[in-house]
């Protein structure tokens, strides 16, 4: 096991990577429930020491912000993952999709002297997101049968609200969030505190082999 930090960006990301890694190491007896948000000129201090710890840090574009505290965890010894999405030009015409995001990464490495290993969500090959990985580990049947009444619901709406406010319920994000209040409850619906451990999604799908892969050869599983 190598002792490891990985930047995420948001809350949701931190939450099903935590699952993601309990998942890989359902025997392990390792702490990575050091989830938490730091600004620039803000000390970092990691308490307790876990093999593993989850820092939420924003979009790709924070990274060099970090840039002196990434050297200081280097010379400590912890190996730096930066698991981010990738997202597409339409989304950040600066640095999104896959090859411009990895460029940008790339030269912040060359230009603040840092090293850190990056996966880009949803597979470091494709443009897109963690709602991208998370519409495959639905379970079909129940996705279905949510979707169809959702997309009328959607449509009933459009009668009395506007197509814009439509579309914008029918976006994947605000997809997911509907399949997790339907089949989850409220609560769980709220990104920070979803299990992804129970019946309503699939750990094992293969849309996941290749972030698995990453994580059992980075972390040393």
Same mark, same amino acid.
């Given at each position: ?18 699952? /993601? ?5 359902? @025997? ?5 429930? =050091? ?21 939420? !840090? @924003? ?12 050297? =200081? ?22 640095? @999104? ?30 443009? @897109? ?7 495959? /580990? ?17 449509? =009933? ?14 976006? /994947? ?29 699939? /750990?094992?799908? !293969? !849309? ?8 059992? !050869?980075?972390?040393?599983?």
């Amino acid at each position: 096991m190598k002792k490891s930090i990985i930047f995420v960006e948001g809350p949701a990301d931190a939450v099903f990577l935590n699952d /993601l890694i309990h998942h890989l190491m359902p @025997g392990g007896n390792i702490r990575y429930k =050091e989830i938490s948000k730091f600004k620039p000129g803000k000390a970092i201090q990691i308490y307790n020491e876990p093999d593993i710890n989850l820092f939420v !840090s @924003g979009g790709c574009t924070h990274i060099e912000k970090f840039n002196k505290k990434i050297s =200081e965890f280097l010379d400590d010894g912890y190996n730096i993952l930066l698991i981010q999405d990738a997202d597409n030009l339409e989304k950040d015409s600066y640095a @999104g999709g896959f090859d411009k995001r990895m460029a940008y990464l790339n030269k912040i490495k060359t230009e603040y002297s840092i090293d850190f290993e990056t996966f880009l969500l949803p597979n470091h090959k494709n443009d @897109g997101d963690l709602e991208g990985i998370l519409e495959k /580990l639905v379970l079909k049947d129940k996705y279905d049968l949510f979707y169809n009444n959702y997309l009328k619901y959607c449509l =009933e709406i459009e009668k009395f609200s506007s197509k814009a406010h439509s579309n914008e319920l029918l976006q /994947l994000k605000y997809r997911i969030y509907g399949y997790c209040q339907v089949f989850h409850g409220m609560e769980l619906a709220n990104e920070r505190n979803r299990d992804y451990h129970n019946k309503h999604w699939n /750990l094992n799908d !293969s !849309s996941l082999n290749p972030l698995k892969k990453f994580l059992v !050869s980075e972390l040393g599983i």
